[in-house]
């Protein structure tokens, strides 16, 4: 019996129980903040992500939030935030914005799960590995412009089109 057939004889499915199982067995560090939310760290690998899922029962949305810290100059915030639309063009699912107050870089996401829709174990690890991969895509773009001069245009250059399939 597969990992999500087993989820679907449970008669108490949360969206948060099924991510907790996840972080398991992936062996990502976890904390179930509460029933409806879960903290967690996920290593890329040009650095450790912190992500949050939380589930609302009032929206009927599961909510990803991937941050990592992120410290640009001050007289490089325009030009991260052009690289930063720039990249949100390319991403079709999510979007990413800069918390200046935080100093962190972040990649949201909302599944709506409305009329009592069920989200499936693979759709959540769609979503975190999602997340991950444009993190991991889009990072060198946010630090050329950021301490190498570079402009967005050519930052972008390093953020090549996502890679299907392995070597």
């Excluded at 004889?9 to 029933?35: C, G, K, M, Q, Y």
């Amino acid at each position: 019996m597969s990992f999500s057939e087993d989820y679907l004889l449970s008669d108490d499915l949360h969206p948060i129980d099924i991510v907790e199982n996840l972080a398991a067995l992936h062996d990502w560090e976890f904390d179930r903040i509460t029933d409806d939310q879960i903290a967690m760290a996920v290593e890329g690998q040009w650095r450790t992500y912190a992500l949050t899922l939380a589930w609302s029962e009032h929206d009927e949305t599961l909510r990803l939030i991937c941050t990592f810290e992120m410290e640009p100059p001050t007289d490089k915030m325009a030009a991260l935030y052009d690289v930063l639309n720039r990249c949100n063009d390319l991403v079709w699912t999510g979007a990413f914005t800069y918390w200046s107050e935080q100093r962190l870089m972040v990649f949201r996401y909302g599944l709506c799960l409305a009329g009592g829709q069920m989200v499936s174990s693979e759709q959540i690890d769609r979503l975190i590995s999602g997340a991950i991969t444009a993190s991991e895509r889009f990072y060198p773009a946010f630090q050329l412009v950021s301490w190498a001069d570079k402009t967005p245009a050519e930052a972008m250059k390093v953020a090549i089109a996502e890679a299907y399939g392995r070597a």
